[in-house]
């Protein structure tokens, strides 16, 4: 049975259910702030460390690489016109060497990129968990008893009256 209007303590009861949503949805709210609060802002400043030096780190190894490449080109050419020295195997087989090196930066990067991405998911968690805790403190729809769909900010002085005569009368009923 809805309780209407016209019934004693309606009003009283309404405003007391309105009261317990409100501050379920703000002990809610807490919940979800504090979780999010939560993540180590220094970890994402880290990330953001990371993230530059996985560019850095592969913008240096390109150019190592590329000159690599190109003095690897030098001692073959040399090679070819048969004017390299005695030595010239040797320092070939040098910059090769060292070109594999350059390619270990890719394990690097991996690593720096798991982090990155451990710290992500995380976030992602801890958002979601937020949401829920909000979701749960404010369901979709309103129960029947909780509103006025006709509610209208016309003849507020009268409404407000009947509100005041409410509590009035509740403050004189003996609680029993």
Request: proline content about 5%; aromatic content about 2%; charged content about 25%.
């Amino acid at each position: 049975m809805t309780a209407g209007p016209e019934e004693p303590g309606a009003t009283e009861r309404l405003l007391a259910q309105v009261a317990a949503e409100l501050a379920e949805l703000r002990r809610n709210l807490r919940q979800g702030r504090a979780a999010v609060q939560a993540v180590d802002t220094d970890r994402l400043r880290d990330s953001h460390a990371r993230l530059h030096e996985i560019s850095a780190t592969s913008e240096s190894a390109t150019l190592r690489l590329l000159d690599g490449l190109d003095r690897t080109l030098a001692h073959i050419d040399a090679l070819e016109r048969g004017d390299a020295g005695p030595d010239a195997f040797d320092h070939l087989r040098g910059e090769v060497n060292s070109l594999y090196e350059c390619l270990q930066f890719q394990d690097i990067i991996a690593q720096q990129l798991a982090g990155v991405t451990a710290l992500l998911a995380d976030l992602e968690a801890r958002v979601a968990d937020v949401s829920g805790l909000i979701a749960a403190g404010a369901p979709g729809a309103p129960a029947p008893d909780s509103y006025n769909p006709d509610a209208t900010i016309h003849d507020v002085a009268s409404r407000q009256a009947q509100v005041d005569l409410a509590f009035a009368s509740a403050r004189q009923v003996p609680p029993g």
